[in-house]
Every structure is written in structure tokens, then in C-alpha cells.
């Protein structure tokens, strides 16, 4: 299951969960990476879906609350997009 840009996920970072949605998705050594924008507009690059590591998108919450509509971002990403206001993560 991979994820697309502009798509909501729950990210579990410092064993919180919050709601971000996906900017980019990257391919390294073979493993599917994101780089997210968190609701506290703060950015988190090369997430990945690993349950073993520290910083990850929560697959069953997204597929869960984001994917039925229980939980919705509020970052406006659409409208981002057309303004160029998403933050660049990689130079």
C-alpha cells in the first residue's frame, strides 16, 4: 500500500499520534519513504511504514480513521499546492 501526495496519514512520532498529510514520496535502497507535513505545520522527511521505527506512518490507523473519513487533516494541501506555499524538504 503506498501512499500518494496530498493524501491524510497518522504519523506516530515520540509516541504521539498526529495527522499529517504525504508531500513527496521517495524510493532509497529500495524502501518506500514520505516526507509529511504535520497539522503543527512542522515537516518530517524520509517517513517510512516500518513498524519498528521511531517515526512512522501508523498504516492501520491511516487506513482506519483517514481513509474512511473519521479523521480529516486540516491543512489546507490543494490549496498550498496552487499558491506554492508547501515547504521545500529536499534541496
Do not use: W
Not at 47 to 75: F, N, Q
Amino acid at each position: 500500500m503506498g501512499f500518494k501526495p496530498g493524501q491524510d496519514v497518522i504519523v506516530v512520532h515520540d509516541n504521539k499520534n498526529q495527522v499529517g498529510v504525504v508531500l513527496e514520496k521517495h524510493v532509497i535502497s529500495k524502501q518506500v519513504v514520505y516526507d509529511v507535513l504535520l497539522e503543527n505545520r512542522s515537516a518530517l522527511i524520509y517517513v517510512s511504514t516500518v513498524s519498528s521505527s521511531k517515526t512512522r506512518i501508523d498504516k492501520y490507523l491511516t487506513s482506519l480513521l483517514c481513509e474512511t473519513g473519521a479523521v480529516v487533516s486540516t491543512i489546507p494541501y490543494k490549496e498550498m499546492l496552487v499558491n506554492e506555499e508547501l515547504p521545500i524538504c529536499h534541496a
